[in-house]
Nanobody
Framework: VELVESGGGLVQAGESLKLSCVAS????????IGWFRQAPGKEREGVAY????????NYEDSVKGRFTISSDNAKHTVYLQMNSLNIEDTAVYYC???????????????WGQGTQVTVSS
């Protein structure tokens, strides 16, 4: 399984970015993708999750109402649309994958290399 993120960059506060995660190699079409981020000096934290098992999604409180996770199954791609970005959103963003449903998932099996998102004031 391989996960490849793209779409990071430098934006000003209040602007938007859309990240992409292309997933390849899953043995079946049922898997979950999660977006995580890690800011300098901080622990990695979850951001949003989506399941191709049933289409369900979930967001952490810090991004609810601003970020949207979606998928294009034909392209094996999961997106993270990030609006109203603020300085606290600055981090390396990773996508992670698992053949299991995201709900109650204790760990993720596969990780991408990450993409940097920097928000300036």
């Amino acid at each position: 399984v391989e996960l490849v993120e793209s779409g990071g960059g430098l934006v000003q506060a209040g602007e938007s970015l859309k990240l992409s995660c292309v997933a390849s190699g899953f043995p079946s079409g049922s898997y979950s993708i999660g977006w995580f981020r890690q800011a300098p000096g901080k622990e990695r934290e979850g951001v949003a999750y989506i399941s191709r098992h049933d289409g369900t999604k979930n967001y952490e409180d810090s991004v609810k109402g601003r970020f949207t996770i979606s998928s294009d199954n034909a392209k094996h791609t999961v997106y993270l649309q990030m609006n109203s970005l603020n300085i606290e959103d600055t981090a390396v963003y990773y996508c992670a994958g698992s053949p299991r449903h995201w709900y109650g998932l204790g760990y993720w099996d596969y990780w991408g290399q990450g993409t940097q998102v920097t928000v300036s004031s």
